[in-house]
């Protein structure tokens, strides 16, 4: 069965860089029939789809977040990674990864990390 | 892109049906059968319900159905029981001026 496993700071600074990585086990993350995805959700709010990479390095970023997102995937070491730049704290949430079989269906979560943006 | 419009709340007895709304446009719910619909409980991740318009996962209680019309998408809770109360969140594949995902901003259901 397929799991994954978000990591990264659970606290960032104004201004500065979140980073976080995505582990994939129990199954390919080269596989050509699932894109890899984040998606976050601010405290006490809704869902918000970040953006996605194809097994061969195709991205999908959602369009408020394209000028300060990278979304990058390392398939040796079965992981897929998110950077966000230039944080506030509008950008504190549980940040999620999961996989994305068709457009935009996920049926595979990880169990979500909290990034708080605070100095 | 705005996000897709749903009503905050729902409700129903046990044994009765509820649909939630999940309502686009024509360059997402109106143009793609890429329409899924999450239910996610507190503190937990969103579980997926229902993918392309009106598919189940496996595992998924044939309770649950979707549907689409023009761009409106529905999801269907039939038999309702205590544990269906949760969020619910439509999501829908949409191209703009790029390819993308968004979300309906939610919808609280309550089993009353």
């Known amino acids: 069965q397929l799991q994954l496993q978000e990591s990264g700071p659970g606290l960032v600074k104004p201004s500065e860089t979140l980073s976080l990585t995505c582990t994939v086990s129990?199954?390919?993350?080269?596989?050509?029939?699932?894109?890899w995805a984040w998606i976050r959700q601010p405290p006490g709010k809704g869902l918000e789809w970040i953006g996605s990479?194809?097994?061969?390095?195709?991205?999908y970023y959602n369009p408020s977040l394209k000028s300060r997102l990278t979304i990058s995937v390392e398939t040796s070491k079965s992981q897929f990674s998110l950077t966000l730049t230039s944080v506030t704290a509008a950008d504190t949430a549980v940040y999620y990864c999961?996989?994305?079989?068709?457009?935009?269906?996920?049926?595979?979560w990880g169990q979500g990390t909290l990034v708080t943006v605070s100095s | 892109q705005s996000a897709l419009t749903q009503p905050p709340s729902a409700s129903g007895s046990p044994g009765q049906s509820v649909t939630i709304s999940c309502t686009g446009t024509s360059s997402d719910v109106g143009g793609y059968n890429y329409v899924s619909w999450y239910q996610q409980h507190p503190g937990k991740a969103p579980k997926l319900m229902i993918y392309?318009?009106?598919k189940r996962p496996s595992g998924v209680p044939d309770r649950f159905s979707g549907s689409k019309s023009g761009i409106t998408a529905s999801l269907t809770v039939s038999g309702l029981q205590a544990e269906d109360e949760a969020d619910y969140y439509c999501?829908?594949?949409?191209?703009?001026?790029?390819?993308?995902?968004?979300f309906g901003g939610g919808t609280k259901l309550t089993v009353l």
């Open positions: 392309d318009v009106s």
């Open positions: 999961a996989r994305d079989q068709t457009g935009g269906s996920c049926p595979d």
């Open positions: 129990g199954g390919s993350i080269s596989s050509s029939s699932y894109n």
């Open positions: 990479i194809t097994y061969n390095r195709k991205t």
């Open positions: 999501s829908s594949f949409v191209r703009t001026n790029t390819a993308h995902v968004i």
